[in-house]
């Protein structure tokens, strides 16, 4: 409960920094963080970040301070700053999800998967 809290302020907060960066200013090199440099395999990496952008919404998993659920736009907000994507087209790439014909979350399925693998390995 306490970290969907945290990510319900941390996605509130990246909310108000893209909506009023100005009252932020400057970060200075003692509060900024390096930020890692990852990108999906292939040239799918939004649509892979939209899955599960799209899945955190869809399950209603966190929440603003307000006690809100979080919207799609403040998920796709924090997707956008975790994954380091953009993601101007989200209600697109949305559709473009749920239209596809053989699965409609092949990276999800495949993360299942793996996690599935895993746990049998490590329970051999």
Not at 58 to 65: I, M, R
């Amino acid at each position: 409960e306490r970290m969907v809290q945290l990510v319900g302020v941390e996605l509130q907060l990246t909310k108000e920094q893209a909506e009023h960066a100005e009252r932020f200013g400057p970060r200075t090199e003692e509060t900024s963080r390096p930020r890692l440099e990852i990108r999906g395999k292939g040239n799918n990496s939004k649509m892979l970040v939209m899955e599960i952008v799209v899945g955190l919404f869809l399950a209603k998993v966190f929440y603003l301070p307000t006690g809100q659920a979080a919207s799609l736009k403040d998920i796709v907000c924090w997707g956008e700053r975790c994954f380091g994507v953009e993601l101007p087209n989200y209600c697109n790439l949305k559709r473009n999800l749920f239209a596809k014909k053989k699965s409609l979350t092949p990276f999800l399925d495949q993360m299942r998967n793996v996690f599935h693998l895993e746990a049998d390995r490590q329970n051999e």
